[in-house]
């Protein structure tokens, strides 16, 4: 929906006070549109949040967050953790499919297997970016 249907919809909708049945139709659509306005603002601007988007919708944030520890590690201190070393990417990728303790604590993480390679590849990747 482009922004200017907004204006459309909020004039309608002011309209339409009076008529209960026309408002009900009319503020669903309009926040469809502000929603893809919003994703659309994300992708563009700021390609990390949408990669912590990824990480939210995959449940890893329900463990993690980027700068303090929650279950997990952040995910700024495994980037600190694993700077420089060329080996990190392929490891943390097998470790967060497969889950695994004993690196951060006793604490395990559990397997990811309901989430795509490639998914797992831009989260790791997103990861092991954040500290330079
Ligand atoms: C149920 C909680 C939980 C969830 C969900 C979770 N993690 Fe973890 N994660 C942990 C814990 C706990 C550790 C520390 C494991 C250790 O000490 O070896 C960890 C460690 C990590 C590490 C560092 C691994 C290492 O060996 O240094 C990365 C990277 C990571 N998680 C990414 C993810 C991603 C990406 C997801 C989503 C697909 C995810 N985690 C989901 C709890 C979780």
């Given at each position: 929906?482009?922004?200017?249907?907004?204006?459309?919809?909020?004039?309608?909708?002011?309209?339409?006070?009076?008529?209960?049945?026309?408002?009900?139709?009319?503020?669903?659509?309009?926040?469809?549109?502000?929603?893809?306005?919003?994703?659309?603002?994300?992708?563009?601007?700021?390609?990390?949040?949408?990669?912590?988007?990824?990480?939210?919708?995959?449940?890893?944030?329900?463990?993690?967050?980027?700068?303090?520890?929650?279950?997990?590690?952040?995910?700024?201190?495994?980037?600190?953790?694993?700077?420089?070393?060329?080996?990190?990417?392929?490891?943390?990728?097998?470790?967060?499919?497969?889950?695994?303790?004993?690196?951060?604590?006793?604490?395990?993480?559990?397997?990811?297997?309901?989430?795509?390679?490639?998914?797992?590849?831009?989260?790791?990747?997103?990861?092991?970016?954040?500290?330079k």
């Amino acid at each position: 929906m482009e922004p200017s249907a907004w204006g459309i919809d909020a004039g309608r909708s002011r309209w339409a006070r009076s008529c209960f049945s026309d408002a009900s139709w009319i503020v669903p659509g309009g926040s469809i549109g502000n929603l893809s306005a919003l994703v659309a603002a994300t992708t563009i601007a700021a390609p990390a949040l949408a990669d912590q988007a990824l990480a939210t919708a995959k449940n890893c944030m329900a463990c993690h967050a980027v700068d303090k520890k929650l279950v997990g590690p952040a995910y700024n201190d495994v980037a600190v953790k694993y700077k420089g070393d060329a080996k990190a990417h392929a490891a943390l990728e097998g470790k967060v499919k497969k889950g695994g303790a004993g690196v951060w604590g006793q604490v395990p993480m559990p397997p990811n297997p309901q989430v795509p390679d490639a998914d797992i590849k831009t989260m790791v990747t997103y990861v092991l970016g954040l500290k330079k």
